[in-house]
């Protein structure tokens, strides 16, 4: 969704203000913008949560609404667009007084451009809290497949007799190394890797060393 509808930051110019429901306060906005007008109503961005049959999205709700700013500078070919039988604009009016389009400084909106600029603040502040809290629950789910991996892992039986030379999987301070199977039940065994070191490590970590044959040595 575009933020900021038809702002530039060089605003300068004069504006006349347009009437309209408050319904339609944005989509006049977005509308005349993408009808070529330098149109700008300040809006405030909010979350909706997912639900069943919908995604998470966001709304955009006018901070003054029924109000939109136009360029006073294109005023006449406003009066124009909005005349045209064929206008698919939402339905609006100009602002007159005393049969006069009033016209307002760059200036007098910067106060609703600071309000759109906190309210911005506020939403993105909400979206970081979001994707951080789906990044945690993301991380929480990660870590309870993983417990729940190994748990099935620990389960395993493997039927390795003693002296077979085995590695070790999953365990980084046993990487490169070839242990001896001592003893073990099926679960677990015990591991001598050379002198008195010798250590309990779980059947599914261990993976028996093939020792080649003979004449596949001598190939």
């Given at each position: 969704?575009?933020?900021?509808?038809?702002?530039?930051?060089?605003?300068?110019?004069?504006?006349?203000?347009?009437?309209?429901?408050?319904?339609?306060?944005?989509?006049?906005?977005?509308?005349?913008?993408?009808?070529g007008?330098?149109?700008?109503?300040?809006?405030?961005?909010?979350?909706?949560?997912?639900?069943?049959?919908?995604?998470?999205?966001?709304?955009?709700?006018?901070?003054?609404?029924?109000f939109?700013?136009?360029?006073?500078?294109?005023?006449?070919?406003?009066?124009?667009?909005?005349?045209l039988?064929?206008?698919?604009?939402p339905?609006?009016h100009?602002?007159?007084?005393?049969g006069?389009?009033?016209?307002?400084?760059d200036?007098t909106?910067?106060?609703?451009?600071?309000?759109?600029?906190?309210?911005?603040r506020?939403?993105?502040?909400?979206?970081a809290?979001?994707?951080?809290?789906?990044?945690?629950?993301?991380?929480?789910?990660?870590?309870?497949?993983?417990?729940?991996?190994?748990k099935?892992?620990?389960?395993e039986?493997?039927?390795?007799?003693?002296?077979?030379?085995?590695?070790?999987?999953?365990?980084?301070?046993?990487?490169?190394?070839?242990g001896?199977?001592?003893?073990?039940?099926?679960?677990?065994?015990?591991?001598?890797?050379g002198?008195?070191?010798?250590w309990?490590?779980?059947a599914?970590q261990?993976v028996?060393?093939?020792?080649?044959?003979?004449?596949t040595?001598?190939?």
């Open positions: 969704m575009v933020r900021g509808i038809g702002r530039r930051s060089d605003m300068v110019d004069r504006w006349c203000i347009l009437r309209t429901s408050g319904a339609k306060t944005v989509p006049l906005a977005i509308a005349l913008c993408e009808a007008f330098d149109a700008w109503t300040p809006r405030a961005l909010s979350l909706i949560a997912a639900t069943k049959r919908k995604p998470a999205s966001e709304r955009a709700a006018p901070i003054v609404p029924t939109v700013f136009v360029r006073a500078g294109q005023l006449d070919n406003l009066w124009r667009a909005h005349s039988p064929t206008s698919n604009l339905g609006f100009i602002l007159q007084l005393g006069r389009v009033p016209e307002i400084g200036a909106l910067s106060s609703l451009r600071a309000e759109e600029a906190r309210a911005l506020v939403y993105e502040a909400q979206v809290a979001r994707d951080a809290g789906e990044a945690r629950a993301k991380r929480i789910e990660q870590l309870r497949t993983e417990q729940a991996r190994r099935a892992l620990r389960t039986v493997k039927a390795i007799a003693a002296g077979d030379a085995v590695t070790v999987t999953d365990a980084p301070a046993f990487a490169g190394m070839v001896t199977i001592v003893s073990g039940n099926g679960r677990s065994y015990v591991v001598g890797f002198g008195s070191r010798e309990t490590i779980e599914w261990l028996p060393v093939a020792v080649c044959s003979p004449s040595r001598a190939a």
